[in-house]
Nanobody, 128 residues
Framework: QLQLVESGGGLVQAGGSLRLSCVAS????????MAWFRQAPGKEREFVAA????????TYAESVKGRFTISRDNAKLAVYLEMNNLEPSDTAVYYC?????????????????????WGQGIQVTVSS
């Protein structure tokens, strides 16, 4: 069973930055597409960003474009989420997820059902 472990969350003031990390327990085709999702209290889980293994394609939710950057280090089996200019509305539990999909249509990468493996989640709190 592939395990994903997130780190880097915490409390930050509005306008600040945080960097989330997610490391996989082993190399597998299950890491073809890696993504970040988030879930705020009382809300549905929502897609944040995703990137494929070859880093040829990246997609973001409209709400984070220009502020968040997803990156990968395949040698370390890691995916990162650099979050800048954070807003109180970014407060949520952030989840790392991975998929073995070969789907090149990145417009489909926001579907949570595509992802087989999920991390335990990490809290990000942005104070106003």
């Amino acid at each position: 069973q592939l395990q994903l472990v997130e780190s880097g969350g915490g409390l930050v003031q509005a306008g600040g930055s945080l960097r989330l990390s997610c490391v996989a327990s082993r190399r597998t085709v299950g890491l073809n597409i890696m993504a970040w999702f988030r879930q705020a209290p009382g809300k549905e889980r929502e897609f944040v960003a995703a990137k494929n293994w070859m880093a040829t394609s990246t997609t973001y939710a409209e709400s984070v474009k220009g502020r968040f950057t997803i990156s990968r280090d395949n040698a370390k089996l890691a995916v990162y989420l650099e979050m800048n200019n954070l807003e109180p509305s970014d407060t949520a539990v952030y989840y790392c997820a991975s998929s073995n999909s070969n789907n090149r249509d990145d417009s489909t990468w926001s579907r949570g059902t595509m992802y087989l493996f999920w991390g335990q989640g990490i809290q990000v709190t942005v104070s106003s």
